[in-house]
């Protein structure tokens, strides 16, 4: 490569990679409930406030259910699931757009036939997620929709 | 919508539209040539130091050629075309990355018979572009690929 902005243009891989893009496990704290799941960094640029990740999460894998301070702003890239934000449960298909408010519970959950991609911009300076105590899983749980979304495969919501 | 969090969900209408999201005409300054060109605006959450857009270039169309200190983190979402970052000339498809370093010119072009539609994400404060003078003009069209780019319809880059 002799021309150093050729380096600018980073081309899509077959099956939602990236030339150059490492894909690497979901990382956790120790104790978050996750399954499935996968990250790409897709921009990390220190010029750029925000980062923007693509997750994909296998067949009847499912994100953590947690929620912090930053905000989320979700584009879905491919197949389809379902997202719990808050007290609400929706279908979701490609280049739906999901925003996740500050304090918001949230969980992605992707079809049992059907790998869930998404894209899903962060500002670069966040804070960590909390987990649900048990309070809070309770709550929730007094939710029929969102009872439901937690306890069975995705395509039996 | 008795559930606020429901709100949270905006859902993609056919044709690259969203719910909710105006579809905006590509306002730049005065002197700025341009053509066919819409704007979305999908993320511009005060919580978020970024705004992520939604740009489409009708066939035959281009974006501005402009450079500003800002960085754009693009990725393609729908049909083809070719983009110019410094001074490398390339052809672009869906999901495909292009970083727009600092300070560097850069124009993307529809193909002739399909839209080139592509998400940008910026630092929500960031600087207004500037417009290339007769030398950069001059210094761009040295190079051969730049200049067929410039002048060409993409369809014959």
Chains 1, 2 share one sequence.
């Not at 893009?21 to 956790?28: F, N, Q, S, T």
């Not at 120790?30 to 990250?39: H, N, P, W």
């Not at 259910?65 to 979701?92: D, K, S």
């Amino acid at each position: 490569m002799d021309n150093p902005s050729e380096a600018c243009f980073r081309p899509a891989l077959d099956g939602f990679r990236w030339d150059g893009v490492d894909r690497l496990a979901y990382k956790e704290e120790g104790s978050a409930l996750f399954k499935a799941i996968s990250r790409q960094v897709l921009f990390a640029d220190p010029e750029l406030a925000c980062e923007l990740r693509y997750f994909e999460i296998a067949p009847g894998g499912f994100s953590t259910l947690e929620r912090h301070r930053h905000v989320h702003a979700v584009m879905i890239l491919r197949g389809h699931g379902w997202g719990l934000v808050g007290t609400a449960v929706r279908p979701v298909v490609p280049h739906d757009l999901i925003t996740v408010p500050p304090l918001t519970w949230h969980q992605f959950r992707a079809g049992l036939d059907e790998a869930l991609g998404f894209l899903c911009m962060v500002n670069a300076r966040r804070d960590r997620p909390e987990l649900p105590a048990a309070p809070d899983l309770e709550a929730l749980r007094a939710l029929p929709a969102v009872s439901a979304f937690l306890d069975l495969p995705p395509a039996s919501v």
